[in-house]
Structures are given as structure tokens and as C-alpha cells.
């Protein structure tokens, strides 16, 4: 069997642009694979008709060997879109190779270790208290959600003076407490917008009266000890992960004590290959994987396959989104994934009849402004 061909798609998933890669063969199977788009998006296009030129003509089902190839090829380490790119081949390799022997991916990554994977539900606003419980509830009776994430911020935080923007965002997590189940859980993330430690200090530990699931990514992630020293002073979990790319960079996090919890987005770091050397070295540190996930029915089945052979898996982040692409995505039924073991390959289809016309939306993010006109971060 040999790589004949990759194409690629610009789709949407809400308001958001996806790309997502087939890898053609010569005897009739394909695969499929998600890029996550940092931005400029249309980057990733030549990165990946530049990437076929090295794997072409080679056997797909020498997963490790072809992403090796592809990675060392760059002699300067991969940055974020090279190793999203890269993921979405990996994906699609894995699930040539799965098809090739009518298995699932997991059964390709030694089996399944759990027989369901926990999934939480990300709201990514701070709604009013009631508002809050109205959508959580809904979310709960209709997927069986317990477990939630939230922005803890509810307004601007660069205009204010930092103390009463900790006391209200302590009173607003009390207040959702009281308005919700207590046997439900409640994450925050502060989407890195803090720079000091010592302000993430204190808002973590404003939380932890209130037991969040966990505190994620407060501070820029560039500076490990900053990290380090974070979580030795924090009274809640401490989580990150997202932005960082390599397992090297994941080995310098742990290595000196700076997370509870690690959160790889599989299609940033390289895909599934790289994504369980991460969670190997977790592992090794004690350290759970909830992996970030904000993506579509591709990336989430990816993220399923990855879990349901990860021992040391936690919970999966899931948005809900429709798309016209995935008719049959894998939805949460009281508050899991469940596995599909008589479906080969990542066990969901891809309307290809949907795609033959981009349905690409661009979106950046919004720079935040301090008063005196200086940039924050985003």
C-alpha cells in the first residue's frame, strides 16, 4: 500500500475554521485527519502539499516511521503549525492503518483500558448565576453532563484594581455553587490573560474554597519555573497545556512540579503518536490527561481513541457543535463517549458531498487593551 495523494479541506465548526486532511492510497482506502488552526489558517495548506512531497509513495501503515520522518526533516524543532499539520497526518495514517485490518484506532494502541470516556462540557463564558444553571441544566438532562467549564472573569479585568476583580469572581463561583447540583463540578480557565504569578495565586486560591475541578492555564506557559513555583503555592488544581507542543516541553513542566493536570490538544502537538509519549511522561510524574479539545466530531473522535487507551486519562473536553460534514458524531450519553469497537478506523463518517465547496469563516482573537493603551494578552 502506498500514499498516493493528501487533500485538504477548509471547513468551519460554528464560528470557528477547521482544516481537515484525506490521505488517498492506492488501493482505495483513505484517512482522515484535523489540524488545529493557530492562525494564519491558510498556512497550513502549503505546509501540508509540502509535507506530501516527503511521505509520498511510502507505505501509510508505518505510522511511527513516516511522523519521525516528517519531524526530524525539519532539523529546527517544529513550531505550532508544523506540528498541527503534522497531526493531521498522523490521524489520518492511524486510521489507514486501523482500516487496513478492520479495527478501531484504540485497538491498534494496545485496546481499550476503559469501556467510556468522561467528558465535560465547555460553556467558555461566565453567565450569570442563574443563566448558569439554566444551561448547565439543559446540558445535564440532555447528555448527562456533570462536569463544566467556565471563564472566571466577568468583566474587563485591566481596568479595575486587581483585588476587587478576585473578590468577585470568588463571589460569582459561590454564587454558581449555590445555584447548581453540588455533586457537579466547575473548571475555570483564564485563558493565560495573567501575567504575574503572584495575581494567579491569588485568584486560584480565591476559588478554592468552592473546590473547582481545576484552575487552567492562568499565566503565559513560556516560563517553566514561573509554573513551578504556581503550583507550590496554589490550594487548587493546576492545570495547562495547551500551548505547548513537544514532549520535551511537557518533560521541563513536570519535571519541576508545575501542573496537576496536563491538557495537549492532539492535533497541536503532533497527533496520537506524540500525544502518548505526553502521556507517558504524566504518567511518570502522577500526573492526569485531560486534553484540550475545542474542536469538531473529527478532533473529538481522535481524542476518543487517544482516552480509551490512556491510563492515565481524566476527562475530555467537548464542545457541541454541529456540522454538516459528520453525520454521525459521537455524542455524550450521561456525560461519556461511548466506543464503537465494530467500526474500523476513528468509527465516524465524513460526508465528502458536504465538502465540495469550502465552508471556511475566519476568526482571530480579540487583543485586549489596558487603559493607558498598552497590549495584554489574548
Known amino acids: 500500500m502506498k500514499i498516493t495523494g493528501f487533500k485538504t479541506f477548509m471547513q468551519r465548526v460554528g464560528n470557528r475554521p477547521r482544516l481537515l486532511l484525506r490521505v488517498d492510497t492506492d488501493e482505495g482506502l483513505s484517512g482522515w485527519g484535523e489540524a488545529y488552526n493557530h492562525g494564519p489558517d491558510w498556512a497550513l495548506v502549503p505546509m501540508l502539499d509540502y509535507m506530501f512531497e516527503q511521505v509520498k509513495g511510502q507505505d501509510p501503515r508505518r505510522v511511527e516511521f513516516l511522523t519521525q520522518k516528517l519531524i526530524r526533516m525539519a532539523r529546527f524543532p517544529q513550531g505550532a503549525l508544523g506540528l498541527a499539520a503534522i497531526s493531521a497526518i498522523d490521524h489520518a495514517l492511524w486510521d489507514i492503518a486501523a482500516k487496513a485490518v478492520n479495527l478501531p484506532v484504540y485497538g491498534l494502541l494496545g485496546g481499550a483500558v476503559r469501556d467510556r470516556v468522561a467528558v465535560y462540557a465547555g460553556v467558555y463564558s461566565a453567565p450569570d448565576p442563574a443563566e448558569c444553571r439554566d444551561v448547565t441544566t439543559g446540558l445535564n438532562e440532555q447528555f448527562g453532563f456533570t462536569a463544566f467549564k467556565l471563564s472566571p472573569f466577568r468583566g474587563d479585568i485591566h ?5 476587587a476583580v478576585v473578590n468577585e469572581t470568588a463571589e460569582y463561583f459561590g454564587a454558581v455553587r449555590e445555584a447548581c447540583p453540588d455533586e457537579w463540578d466547575f473548571a475555570f480557565d483564564a485563558h493565560a490573560k495573567i501575567f504575574e504569578p503572584y495575581q494567579a495565586v491569588q485568584l486560584g486560591n480565591a476559588l478554592a474554597p468552592y473546590q ?3 484552575f487552567e492555564e492562568p499565566i503565559r506557559p513560556e516560563y ?33 512540579g508545575g501542573a496537576d493536570i496536563v491538557q495537549p490538544d492532539i492535533c497541536v502537538v503532533g497527533g496520537i503518536s506524540q500525544m502518548r509519549r505526553i502521556a ?12 484540550h479539545n475545542p474542536m469538531g466530531p473529527l478532533a473529538v473522535a481522535h481524542n476518543l481513541h487517544f482516552a480509551a487507551a490512556c491510563s492515565n486519562f481524566s476527562i475530555l473536553e467537548y464542545k457541541l457543535e454541529e456540522t454538516t460534514w459528520c453525520p454521525d458524531p459521537y455524542l455524550p450519553v450521561n456525560g461519556h463517549l461511548e466506543l464503537r469497537p465494530d467500526r474500523p478506523g476513528w468509527g465516524i463518517e465524513i460526508d465528502e458531498s458536504t465538502l465540495a465547496e469550502d465552508d471556511y469563516i475566519h476568526w482571530e482573537r480579540t487583543l485586549p487593551v489596558r487603559p493607558d493603551g498598552s497590549l495584554a494578552f489574548c
Open 280 to 291: 507517558t511522561i504524566a504518567e511518570a510524574h502522577f500526573t492526569m490527561v485531560a486534553p
Open 159 to 163: 481596568n479595575r484594581r486587581w483585588g
Open 224 to 256: 517553566f519555573p514561573a509554573w513551578h513555583r504556581l503550583r507550590s503555592e496554589l490550594k487548587v488544581p493546576l492545570a495547562t497545556g495547551e500551548s505547548l507542543y513537544s514532549s520535551n516541553e511537557f518533560l521541563s513542566l513536570l519535571t519541576g
Open 212 to 214: 473547582p475541578l481545576f
